[in-house]
């Protein structure tokens, strides 16, 4: 099925950011004005916690659309900026998100061009009746199971506990002392 560029629909993101205040507050924000958001806190890691399960939640309600045009494209091919692409191929639903960084959670609707130019990304999704894309990410293209979210997800109290992750162990065996 050839779709014309006329029939193409404006691809959708979502931002939430995380910001910090001088009073050693945080609050959370989001790009869709209807989210309602907590007050500012002092406690960030529950507010980071929030802000990730957030975007999670625009994620399991998002269904990527098989005419959505690249957003990417739209916003001048900013989250790629060191190489151009020319829009092409399946509409994904992304995630992209420095976890060095940690502040910013965005969301958006992009070609499979754009995709592999762009790094921290998740693909969490793909356009009904796309054919399947070379996988670049083999773990983190399974795609979530859409799970219906009470309106309004808007308490850091019903974001999921943090599962502590161990270090791997560094070297070979330890030298008693």
């Not at 806190?41 to 399960?53: G, H, I, N, P």
Request: with cysteine; net charge positive; charged share 20%.
């Amino acid at each position: 099925m050839t779709m014309l560029p006329a029939s193409r629909v404006a691809g959708r993101t979502w931002t939430v950011r995380l910001t910090g205040h001088a009073d050693h507050t945080v609050s959370v924000t989001c790009s869709t004005g209807a989210c309602r958001m907590p007050p500012r806190s002092k406690d960030t890691v529950a507010m980071r916690r929030f802000a990730a399960e957030h975007i999670r939640a625009h994620a399991r309600l998002a269904t990527v659309r098989p005419n959505a045009a690249c957003a990417c494209r739209a916003a001048d091919c900013s989250y790629h900026e060191d190489s151009r692409a020319s829009c092409t191929g399946t509409p994904l639903l992304v995630l992209i998100h420095n976890p060095a960084v940690g502040q910013v959670w965005t969301l958006a609707e992009i070609c499979q061009a754009c995709a592999r130019l762009i790094h921290h990304i998740t693909v969490l999704g793909r356009a009904q009746g796309a054919a399947p894309a070379p996988r670049t990410q083999p773990a983190a293209e399974t795609a979530p199971a859409r799970v219906a979210v009470a309106g309004g997800f808007s308490s850091p109290e019903a974001a999921p506990e943090a599962v502590p992750r161990r270090r791997p162990q560094r070297g070979g065996p330890r030298r008693a002392r």
